[in-house]
T-cell receptor, first 114, second 118 residues
Framework: DGGITQSPKYLFRKEGQNVTLSCEQN?????MYWYRQDPGQGLRLIYY???????QKGDIAEGYSVSREKKESFPLTVTSAQKNPTAFYLC?????????????FGNGTRLTVT | KNQVEQSPQSLIILEGKNCTLQ??????????LRWYKQDTGRGPVSLTI?????NTKSNGRYTATLDADTKQSSLHITASQLSDSASYIC?????????????????FGKGTKLSVIP
């Protein structure tokens, strides 16, 4: 079955450490996205990529970095510069960055930084 | 500023009952509106999409409506089941102001948390 795989499901880190969240898709989608979900808030866009080797900042990119070396993979690094990194992170993909293409989400990674 | 407001914030209903969730938006220019279902600890899954010309669309026991004039949408769930317990998120897509100005912008609502109890 095609889909998006995020790993790990739970991640714990000490403050000051960088951490990388994995996102892999086998849907052959061009567009990939990273969102952050906090309690009581709507999803907020961190970064997105429409094609390999290209990505754009979203609304809350500060303290995060991404790469898109392969079509299937879009890892997110949460750096020590991110002030409030504890959150639920969702990766998504779409056939193209087209309004009518639905987002296909992974099942998220819950990051806890202490 | 583009905004999507959902109500109620949370809702508890008895199994077998119907319910309606609301979504009001100020996104302009409007492209489409999509409802997602998010089970606890999982990613959202698309239920239905509404474009400007559509008033009603059904997906099994889920029926979405759209009033583009008043910028309101609703999601009606019929004969609720325990598995309907989830958060329901309204997402509105706005068209770029002109060609080449950029990509479609998605604005997410905060969601309505529905609990169906036996």
């Amino acid at each position: 079955d095609g889909g998006i795989t995020q790993s790990p499901k739970y991640l714990f880190r000490k403050e000051g450490q960088n951490v990388t969240l994995s996102c892999e898709q086998n849907l052959n989608h061009d567009a990939m996205y990273w969102y952050r979900q906090d309690p009581g808030q709507g999803l907020r866009l961190i970064y997105y990529s429409q094609i390999v080797n290209d990505f754009q900042k979203g609304d809350i990119a500060e303290g995060y970095s991404v790469s898109r070396e392969k079509k299937e993979s879009f890892p997110l690094t949460v750096t020590s510069a991110q002030k409030n990194p504890t959150a639920f992170y969702l990766c998504a993909s779409a056939r193209e960055r087209d309004s009518n293409s639905p987002l296909h989400f992974g099942n998220g990674t819950r990051l806890t930084v202490t | 500023k583009n905004q999507v407001e959902q109500s109620p914030q949370s809702l508890i209903i008895l199994e077998g009952k119907n319910c309606t969730l609301q979504c009001n938006y100020t996104v302009s220019p409007f492209s489409n509106l999509r409802w997602y279902k998010q089970d606890t600890g999982r990613g959202p899954v698309s239920l239905t999409i509404m474009t400007f010309s559509e008033n009603t669309k059904s997906n099994g026991r889920y029926t979405a409506t759209l009033d583009a004039d008043t910028k309101q949408s609703s999601l009606h769930i019929t004969a609720s089941q325990l598995s309907d317990s989830a958060s329901y998120i309204c997402v509105v897509s706005g068209r770029p102001p002109y060609s080449g100005a950029g990509s479609y912008q998605l604005t997410f609502g905060k969601g309505t948390k529905l609990s169906v109890i036996p």
